[in-house]
């Protein structure tokens, strides 16, 4: 797991409410990931960070924010939750050196009621 | 728009058979990853292939890539039980964006 934890490992919660996902890393990886995972889908990027304040959008960004203060946190939020964010959600890292292989975070299982 | 498909998308196969998974994705990019994912864990690395006619080999399971037909094949050569998981493939975007795409996954289940 490279040291890539998340916080909560699981969380229900009902439309309409803010909800943030935190992924934590202690292996200095400069590229944080977060990926949904849906039946179906496979893994789909919402949103990634190349360093401290730089993030970019993925495929499926809307409805989500995050925000990376330090190099160890990423940060996702969901500002207003809605039943189809309910899923799987993976934070991921990699240093970006030659391989740039991902490590994965155990996951996050999110159900909007 | 990349897209990355994976081919079959469910596979069930006896021990001691080989098998083939196949990742066909749509950009120029040289760089693919194979992943595992046990039932409710996470994903783990299994091969990185940096460049066309790349191989790599882990026990029963060999990967390749192909750059110009834009195909990687995961080769199972005597499967075991032990295998069954969901294999992803995942490409770059583009070369030096960090942006990766997942093939949607071929689920993997070997019978004794």
């Known amino acids: 797991d490279a040291g890539i934890t998340q916080s909560p490992r699981h969380k229900v919660t009902e439309t309409g409410t803010p909800v943030t996902l935190r992924c934590h890393q202690t292996?200095?990886?400069?590229?944080m990931y977060w990926y949904r995972q849906d039946p179906g889908h496979g893994l789909r990027l919402i949103h990634y960070s190349y360093g401290v304040k730089d993030t970019d959008k993925g495929e499926v960004s809307d409805g989500y924010s995050v925000s990376r203060s330090k190099t160890e946190d990423f940060l996702l939020t969901l500002e207003s939750a809605t039943s189809s964010q309910t899923s799987v959600y993976f934070c991921?890292?990699?240093?970006?050196?030659?391989?740039?292989?991902?490590?994965f975070g155990p996951g996050t299982r999110l159900t909007v009621l | 728009e990349l897209k990355v498909e994976q081919n079959p998308l469910f596979l069930s196969m006896q021990e001691g058979k080989n098998y083939t998974i196949y990742c066909n994705y749509s950009?120029?990019?040289?760089?693919l990853y194979w992943y595992r994912q046990d039932p409710g864990k996470s994903l783990e690395s299994l091969f990185v292939l940096l460049s066309n006619g790349a191989v790599k080999q882990e026990g029963r399971l060999m990967a390749s890539l192909d750059t110009k037909a834009r195909l990687s094949t995961l080769h199972i050569t005597a499967a075991v039980h032990d295998l069954s998981a969901t294999y992803f493939c995942a490409v770059e975007l583009a070369s030096g964006t960090y942006k990766y795409i997942f093939g949607t996954g071929t689920r993997l289940k070997v019978l004794a």
């Open positions: 950009t120029t990019s040289d760089r």
């Open positions: 292996e200095n990886h400069r590229y």
């Open positions: 991921a890292a990699t240093q970006g050196a030659l391989y740039n292989e991902q490590f």
